[in-house]
C-alpha cells in the first residue's frame, strides 16, 4: 500500500508528504519524517513528500502525485478531505486525517502505530476518508 502524508506549510497551501504502502508523510511541526519512516518500518511504502521535492507544492498538486502513485494521503489539513468531497469517488485516493491535537513526535508515533493495520485494513476495503482522534 501507498501512503502521501500531507501537512500545513506556511502557505495557504498544504505540504504533503508522500508515502508509498502505508503512506506517511510528516511535515513541520505536524507530521514529521519520522512518521513516514516507521510506516516503513512496518513493512509499508512510504516517502516524505521532502523526499520527492514536493515540499512547496499546492495541495492539488500533491492530490495528482498521490493519484499517480496510486498513493493515501495522510494529513493533518482539513484541506484535502475538502478537495477530496468536491471529486468524483473514481478519481479520489483515501485520505486519513489525522485530527490528533499538536503532540510530541513520540506520542504521535505512539497514537498511529498501533492502529497502522486498522487503518491499512480500512483502505484495503474501500474507505475514502479515514479520521484518526
Known sequence: ????????SRRPN???QSCAQPR???CRRQLPPALARAITSEGNDATHVRDIDLTSASDHTVWGEALRRGAVIITKDEDF???????????TPTVVWIRI?????????????????????????????????
Open 1 to 8: 500500500m501507498t501512503f502521501v502524508l500531507a501537512c500545513p
Open 14 to 16: 498544504q505540504i504533503i
Open 24 to 26: 506517511e508523510v510528516p
Open 81 to 91: 478531505v475538502l478537495i477530496g468531497r468536491a471529486r468524483d469517488e473514481i478519481s
Open 101 to 133: 491535537r499538536n503532540c510530541s513526535r513520540k506520542a504521535l508515533l505512539e497514537a498511529i502505530l498501533p492502529i497502522l493495520p486498522t487503518v491499512v485494513a480500512m483502505v484495503e476495503a474501500g474507505e475514502k476518508l479515514i479520521e484518526v482522534r
